[in-house]
């Protein structure tokens, strides 16, 4: 099978039709359409074989991760997705491996009507780069750099439990076969929070989604919007098995091991009764407020500062 | 040093300050505001260590290399290019390696006035992956498959020289070191064909980048457009390098090497004298004619038809 067999085969396939694609898959560029009066939101997310999933990983899976990610950073800014672009590269063109992986990327698509216009597929190590397109209007944009004081500051969903999957499947702590499957799903095959972002713009002042942890995420909103915040360990949405996890090994996974793709934003009081007249299926919490004082205060149930030991995921730290 | 000190340090020092950015790197996602009126055009090229460059390939060629194919891909639509996105994967984060690499691609983000809006980065095997967007009014853009029976067959520059120096840096052909000198910049640092694309505005029927070779990247414009093609080998523009590599090795390296960067575009009778007018500093030559049968027909200097043993570039062929 030759490079082009591969790409028209698999990718060409793609199962959703947007009127604003002038051109997608098959020439020197896509051609699109944006719609007049809203900003263009562009976020990319890397995969990487043995960085961000298990060379073993199940194809359908990561088909739907490698879009989620992506997917998710546009709901963080209260975009509307419309359109992506895959850059793959695989040891080899493996089509059975790339039918499931279709599969499971084309599922997602079709459920939050975006198209695949283009990309690139190149021999060389497992690695997925996701680019993803949609649009919000400018006043409604969700920055990480509009937080203020006074702000409450909710999370979408729980938190922690992709990292207790993880840590289940990677042999480190045992979970029984019903805690595992009530976990795993989180990590194979996160929701990305679009309609819940679009619910927000408008409401909240600024929002982040959380990949790398909630401390290093909402660090970063603190550190662009130039504030600090207090928030309670008690306020904290875990699941039941999460929470089990959480009494046993401490509150890394919730707190710092990420992967969780739940929003993190901040919402001004004015605004808070509208907010919670919103229906989110996943539900959302307030966990702290947004203050002057630079930093993030931890307060646990006692009321005491809590120090996390280990703050956030980074790729390239410890070395 | 951590990632996101990494993405600060080299990436946030990015040249290009353009008016269209309402948020570049740093969100979740840039916010971008494309003209009114126009497409977008989207495009995303990889670059692998040991598939599309050796392993201790100079950084600051891979830079402005990986950038340049990518600008390529929009000229060859006729679009204007505008911002771009970097995804890179590298084993770890060495300073010295990114500050070159920036440079290079700095250097020629500076050149196009594109800026660079976000991206990611991560450990692992070395990689680099752009998408690059521009503008292009709709009835302007290039088109693979508008090629029309009667235009005539165009190339810019000269052919086959990034294939003749890469012969001799992988030791599979000695050239002198003015030799390799006169063709080693057109392999390292291709000079993507933006303005070149641009006049072909409203003159053009059809264009392509010439990437995986010009039989390869012509025949994606015949079997979009389905028309067939009769080209000339001595009307194919060599440079006197190229030239005594033809003499001694054969036609492969113009014809079906690749890597080359300049623009195979398609003009109609009528259009020819405005074309002619143009001044390109690479300069254009017609190499033959769009027909109504289908297929590639290339004729030799005798007048008879030339089977070439190699068609074309393919990452995944021959397994």
Redesign the interface.
Known sequence: ????E?IRTFFARQPVSRADV??GI?????????P?GQ????????L?????FLPDVEPRSLGHKALAVNLS??A??G?EPA?F?L?L?MP??DARWLERFCEGMFDLARAYNVQL?????????L?I?I????F?P?AA?L???DAKIGDRIYVTGTLGDAAVALQHRLGKQRLSEDDFAAVAERLDRPTPRVREGLSLRGLAHS???ISDGLLADLGHILE?SRVGARIFLDKIPLSPVCQAHVGKSGWEAPLAMGDDYELCFTVPPKNIGALEKLQFTCGFHCIGEIEAEPGLRIVDESGRLYDPLFTGH????G?
Request: aromatic letters at 4%; proline letters at 3%.
């Open positions: 099978m030759t490079e082009f591969l002038a051109a098959g020439d020197d560029a896509a051609l699109l359409r944006p007049a900003l263009l939101a562009v976020t990319s997310d890397l990487v074989s043995g960085v961000h950073d546009l963080a800014m975009a359109w672009l850059n590269t080899e063109a216009v283009g990309g690139d597929t190149s021999r060389g190590p690695a780069g680019e993803a397109h949609g919000v400018e944009a920055r990480r750099s929002a982040i989604d662009l980074d790729h390239f730290a070395k």
